[in-house]
């Protein structure tokens, strides 16, 4: 038999698949193949016609694409993608398609099929781009340079990256789709991120994401369900030392969005994602889990348990012990055995207490007294039900901590809010000692109470029972206790396990920095707080000290005035208690930069 003849030649390659296509496929797959045939016929394939291209090869979500220049590749892939945009803006996000996309130059060989390294970089390329958005090899760059005004886009430089299977490194851009480009090199090609803005470091053991899972069911508000299921995954799997789990805020951060989980990776700086769903009909419940690789995109395991409402906490622990089972199996037997929150003896205890917490949040965004309220008396019916739920307390320490602190609530600085707290938090360590919730609790009401030591021993002792568990509110029990240098640690620390941090982290780390003196390191992190939370008094009054601290007296008085705007009744002495500083050096030292603001004594 003849050989086959071969025939190798150098073109533009443009490589596409669907982003979260198994997900897609796996809740509706006759519907997402229609869309995707549609897209196919109405928009791509004429795209691709217009700037003279070829498709040579589909394969379920998968399309390679050839064009004689890199221009017309690139033209092409801009314009399918900004009209995907405008097709899935009128979408619900259940029913969007949405693509990435990969662009190279390089040989091919074609014979009875094409392959060739040319493709392969094409098809990492494709890998590492955003869901929507097109990444390119430098040779593409260089090519579109003189058609960047035409086109309207930029660049954003990676720079150098070595490719999985690729015996070279390459050098690789972002395509900016909606930049308003010039003709200058210059101004269309945009240098790689700062090192304090890039993306975090994927830790060395095994680390994952849990985000937050569908609601299938009938009803909305069943969303609260939803939500408390996945943050007990979570804390289950904090529990294990030998992973490494993003907080709970910050993979909360994708809810309700179309995700790439390849993204996610690259955002959090870990391994593997956890997706899924729930869904509840009547007294029975369906968990859908499936645990995806974040570098690659590909699913390592997937399952799911159909249970009686009652029996979620099994589910729970299946959950955990396959993911454990599948990251690490080094993790030990006698790990895996560890002593679990124990759960309510009812179910509708469990029901209030999701509930609660859905409300808290709420709080914690909105700074809404009815939302804490509305969370308080959701926690005494759980304990009603079920007086010894450990983890109810804890929640009920944390709404009178809350409370006692807020210049808006009647509770305000009242010393029986404050007890109150000691009793709910104490009572959630008789009852749990295993709880880092309950110790967190407990330390957080020590460190107003002034018991500085016995504060941080309890902050300590969650840690112990969860390496993962570190909290903001720890840090601010240290500044307290005159130990602000480890307080910078431990507030770092916390951002890495949760990369979006809540904004009160940023004011602790401010606030720790003001005590040590280094007032330039203290504005930024104040004026980032500021910025998310610019109705919050305590951000407005250290900003004005570090201000004045800093010789800005003009900018000093200018917060000065917001601040007593959103505490008419602030005075040094009168909120000297929320203060909390151990040290008489460190209480005069602040007080002396609220004065120089022009703060009231």
């Not at 990444?135 to 930029?154: K, T, Y």
């Not at 395991?301 to 979620?312: F, G, I, K, Q, T």
């Not at 509708?348 to 859905?358: H, P």
């Not at 509770?411 to 967190?440: G, I, S, Y």
Request: glycine letters at 6%; aromatic letters at 8%; one cysteine or more.
């Amino acid at each position: 038999m003849a050989a086959q003849e071969i025939e190798r030649r150098l073109v533009a390659i443009l490589m596409a698949d669907v982003a979260g296509y198994s997900r897609l496929i796996g809740t509706d797959d006759e519907g997402t193949l229609a869309r995707l045939n549609a897209h196919h016929a109405e928009l791509i394939a004429p795209k691709v016609k217009e700037h003279r291209g070829r498709i040579v090869r589909t394969a379920g979500d998968g399309l390679l694409v050839l064009f004689f220049s890199a221009v017309d590749a690139l033209r092409c892939a801009v314009e399918i993608q900004r009209a995907m945009a405008e097709r899935n803006a009128r979408l619900p996000a259940s029913e969007k398609i949405e693509f990435r996309m990969g662009v190279n130059v390089g040989d091919i060989v074609e014979g009875a099929s094409f392959h060739g390294d040319g493709i392969n970089v094409a098809a990492r390329l494709e890998e590492l781009a955003d869901t929507g958005g097109v990444c390119v090899s430098s040779r593409v760059q260089e090519d579109a340079q003189a058609s960047l005004s035409r086109l309207g886009i930029a660049f954003e430089n990676l720079g150098q990256h070595q490719l999985k299977n690729i015996d070279h490194e390459v050098h690789i851009y972002r395509v900016l789709l909606d930049h308003a480009a010039t003709t200058d090199h210059a101004a269309t090609t945009i240098e790689p991120k700062q090192a304090a803005t890039q993306a975090p470091t994927v830790p060395d053991k095994p680390s994952i994401a849990v985000l937050a899972f569908d609601n299938l069911s009938s009803y909305p508000e069943q969303e609260y369900l939803v939500d408390g299921i996945v943050e007990d995954i979570i804390t289950e799997l904090s529990r294990f030392s030998e992973l490494f789990v993003i907080a709970r805020n910050s993979s909360f951060q994708y809810k309700g969005k179309t995700i790439d989980v390849r993204q996610v990776g690259r955002e959090l700086g870990v391994r593997y994602v956890l997706e899924g769903s729930v869904r509840r009909a009547g007294d029975r419940i369906r968990v859908t889990a499936q645990l995806i690789e974040a570098a690659t995109g590909t699913h390592r395991w997937a399952e799911h348990y159909d249970r009686n409402l009652e029996d979620v906490f099994a589910v729970q622990d299946d959950v955990v012990r396959t993911i454990v089972t599948i990251l690490a199996t080094h993790v030990r037997i006698a790990e895996t055995e560890r002593s679990r929150t124990k759960p309510p003896n009812s179910w509708q205890a469990y029901d209030y207490y999701l509930q609660a917490v859905a409300a808290s949040v709420s709080f914690s965004s909105t700074r809404n007294v009815a939302n804490d309220k509305e969370a308080r008396r959701l926690l005494q019916q759980s304990l009603v039900i079920d007086p010894n739920y450990a983890r109810s307390y804890a929640r009920l320490a944390h709404t009178y901590v809350g409370s006692w602190i807020n210049p808006a609530h009647k509770d305000f600085l009242n010393p029986t809010a404050l007890e109150r707290a000691h009793e709910f938090a104490l009572k959630a360590v008789q009852l749990d000692r295993k709880l880092p919730q309950a110790h967190v609790a407990l330390g957080w009401v020590l460190a107003y109470k002034h018991q500085h030591d016995e504060s941080i021993a309890a902050f300590e002792k969650a840690a112990t029972l969860n390496p993962n568990y570190v909290n903001w509110r720890f840090a601010m029990a240290l500044i307290f206790a005159g130990a602000s240098k480890r307080a910078i640690e431990v507030v770092h620390t916390y951002m890495r396990l949760d990369p979006f941090y809540v904004p009160y982290a940023s004011l602790v780390l401010a606030y720790a920095h003001y005590t040590l003196k280094q007032y330039s390191q203290a504005l930024s992190p104040l004026r980032d707080f500021v910025a998310q939370a610019p109705k919050w008094w305590a951000g407005r009054s250290l900003l004005a000290a570090t201000l004045a601290q800093a010789g800005h007296l003009g900018e000093a008085q200018a917060e000065c005035v917001e601040a007593l705007r959103l505490a008419p009744n602030f005075s040094i002495s009168g909120f000297r208690p929320l203060f909390g500083l151990k040290c008489p050096r460190d209480e005069n030292h602040l007080f002396d930069g609220l004065r120089k603001a022009g703060l009231p004594e």
